[in-house]
């Protein structure tokens, strides 16, 4: 299946891949700092980014999550696929496919928890859930 290559949705860019235009920020207020309306100084670097460009950032996480080598070179890496199950779509769609290629590939390179009633703030909603899956993740 794969990691879809996609052009990035509402959520994508609601979720950080917009700019924002900041006001004056040696200011150190948080007033100037727009939480919601994006810049349209710049376009989001995802818009920016071809069908090309994504895929090839699909292909190098893939190597460094199933390549025999380059795991070899890193023996003692660890990679943990964490979501929650009330976040937005992607996350969860990319879970799925992250699990298809490691089964295709004979699995065991990528270990998998879906966290229930999480979702993509699990550290502010719930920091200490976070803190015992991050251990976990680390042992």
Request: charged share 25%.
């Amino acid at each position: 299946m794969g990691i879809p290559v996609l052009g990035p949705t509402a959520s994508d860019v609601w979720a950080g891949a917009s700019e924002k235009d900041h006001g004056d920020l040696s200011t150190r207020g948080t007033d100037v700092l727009p939480h919601i309306i994006s810049s349209v100084s710049r376009r989001p670097s995802i818009y920016t980014m071809s069908r090309e460009d994504r895929r090839e950032f699909i292909e190098e996480v893939s190597e460094a999550c199933f390549d025999c080598a380059a795991r070899a070179r890193l023996a003692d890496l660890k990679v943990w696929f964490l979501t929650g199950d009330v976040t937005c779509p992607f996350p969860i769609t990319a879970f799925w496919a992250v699990q298809d290629d490691d089964r295709e590939r004979g699995g065991g390179f990528v270990d998998y928890k879906m966290l229930l009633g999480i979702n993509h703030f699990m550290h502010w909603d719930d920091p200490e859930k976070a803190v015992q899956v991050y251990l976990e993740a680390l042992a």
